[in-house]
């Protein structure tokens, strides 16, 4: 149906929800714990509180267009979405490819999902567009 959201995309809403609560409730709550296991380099925990807070705002955001029937409502989240992962990953693989930064293994696993995530955002942006 014109202008509806369509399944995948609402579960897409919902995997994101579920993915940026988790690790904003862990960088909100357990930075340093979370840092220090992963081997994160020099962790701010107020720059690591104010990441989790963020993921935290996208995963409202994320829950909220879940809950929306049409793509009008949700498309600005979407582009916010292909944003935000976008000038994310671009970020992380610099600083992979920078060697003033000694990043450990786990920020490949922060790549590979905004990665992913920017992919089928991007995807189902110009599939809810065609619409």
């Given at each position: 149906?014109?202008?509806?959201?369509s399944?995948?995309?609402?579960?897409?809403?919902?995997?994101?929800?579920?993915?940026?609560?988790?690790?904003?409730?862990?960088f909100?709550?357990f930075?340093?714990?979370?840092?220090?296991?992963?081997?994160?380099?020099?962790?701010?925990?107020?720059?690591?509180?104010?990441?989790?807070?963020?993921?935290?705002?996208?995963s409202?955001s994320?829950?909220?267009?879940?809950r929306?029937?049409?793509w009008l409502?949700?498309?600005?989240i979407?582009?916010?979405?292909?944003?935000?992962?976008?000038?994310?990953?671009?970020?992380l693989?610099?600083?992979v490819?920078?060697?003033?930064f000694?990043l450990p293994f786990?920020?490949?696993?922060?790549?590979?999902?905004l990665?992913?995530?920017?992919?089928?955002?991007?995807?189902?942006?110009?599939?809810?567009?065609k619409?």
């Amino acid at each position: 149906m014109a202008g509806q959201i369509s399944k995948q995309l609402k579960i897409l809403f919902l995997v994101h929800f579920f993915v940026c609560i988790i690790l904003g409730l862990v960088f909100l709550i357990f930075v340093e714990s979370f840092t220090d296991l992963i081997q994160w380099p020099n962790v701010d925990p107020v720059a690591g509180r104010l990441l989790g807070a963020s993921l935290l705002a996208f995963s409202t955001s994320s829950l909220l267009a879940w809950r929306e029937t049409e793509w009008l409502k949700v498309k600005l989240i979407v582009q916010m979405e292909i944003v935000w992962c976008a000038v994310g990953s671009i970020v992380l693989l610099i600083c992979v490819f920078t060697p003033i930064f000694l990043l450990p293994f786990f920020t490949w696993v922060f790549i590979v999902l905004l990665l992913f995530f920017l992919i089928v955002f991007v995807w189902f942006y110009f599939q809810q567009e065609k619409d």
